[in-house]
């Protein structure tokens, strides 16, 4: 898939001075495995916005008894060009996503499985994985640092390292040890879970719905928009069906596929969301 390939690269764009070459290799080489559905996720959240609002500015200049302002006309025209030039950019911030997921999906998977008790090439590639991790993050922040994103990407760090906690300490006070393979992917939110009941695989399941989260409003605000309840419908659909992992880009994106501008406006919904979820 063009963008899944296009949004790899910026991300190994970002990374490329990683020092030394076996830290390198590591990154590399994760970013190579990786699933790229949520920076694929912000890159078609970003054209569904674009694609709504020229929709809403076709619209408008009909039910204006077509008495066309030209500068208007050359307003909208110019919006789309900008879209068009700052596909990179787009890319850039999508990578800045894909990022910061990995970084903490592989900060997720050390603390389920720690490598250090183990042999001693097990501890190596433990201390390799959690650099990794780190500069994962930090890469990602910083490719988001200056857009309307940055403040979700630092609560859905923030978020993931309480989820984390609470996991830690009920697996110390239980006594027992989960495997990701049972967990249903279910959230706290969906399941009601309070401070004294914690389902471990609820809470891990958390960091893809965050993530989701966080794609569909850096792809909306990188075109100037928030995310319209259609997107945050998708996203939510979308979300419903990943557990603690995101299956291959092809065939997990299908209804983000239609163009909007193939659909009559009636179709779509003109009210805008304030946010993508938090308050």
Same mark, same amino acid.
């Given at each position: ?37 949520? *920076? ?6 970003? =054209?569904?916005? %674009? +694609?709504?609002?020229? /929709?809403?500015?076709?619209?408008? @200049? #009909? ?57 001693? *090439? ?6 390799? =994985?959690?650099? %990794? +991790?780190?500069?994962? /993050?930090?890469?990602?922040?910083? @490719? #988001? ?69 966080? +794609? ?64």
């Amino acid at each position: 898939m063009e963008k899944a390939d296009s949004c790899r690269r910026a991300a190994a764009e970002a990374v490329a001075d990683v020092e030394p070459p076996q830290l390198h290799d590591y990154i590399e080489s994760t970013l190579d495995r990786a699933s790229m559905v949520p *920076a694929t996720l912000t890159l078609e959240s970003a =054209a569904m916005m %674009a +694609a709504e609002r020229r /929709v809403l500015e076709d619209d408008q @200049l #009909l039910d204006d008894d077509f008495d066309v302002d030209p500068d208007r006309t050359q307003t909208a025209a110019d919006r789309d060009d900008d879209v068009g030039r700052g596909a990179d950019e787009i890319a850039t911030h999508a990578a800045g996503v894909q990022l910061i997921y990995e970084g903490l999906r592989l900060t997720r998977s050390l603390a389920h499985d720690e490598p250090w008790s183990a042999t001693d *090439a097990d501890a190596s590639d433990g201390d390799l =994985a959690i650099l %990794a +991790a780190d500069i994962l /993050v930090a890469r990602g922040f910083y @490719l #988001l640092a200056r857009t309307d994103a940055a403040d979700k990407a630092v609560r859905t760090v923030q978020s993931f390292g309480r989820d984390q906690t609470r996991r830690s300490e009920h697996a110390a006070d239980s006594g027992l040890e989960t495997d990701p393979a049972d967990y249903d992917g279910e959230t706290e939110s969906a399941t009601g879970i309070g401070a004294d009941s914690v389902e471990p695989g609820s809470l891990d399941a958390n960091l893809e719905r965050d993530v989701i989260e966080l +794609a569909v409003l850096t792809g909306a605000v990188a075109v100037g928009e928030t995310p319209s309840p259609r997107l945050l419908a998708i996203a939510e659909a979308l979300a419903e069906t990943v557990g603690t992992s995101f299956p291959p880009v092809e065939g997990s994106l299908v209804d983000l596929e239609p163009s909007i501008r193939e659909q009559s406006l009636e179709e779509q919904p003109t009210d805008r969301a304030t946010s993508a979820t938090d308050p």
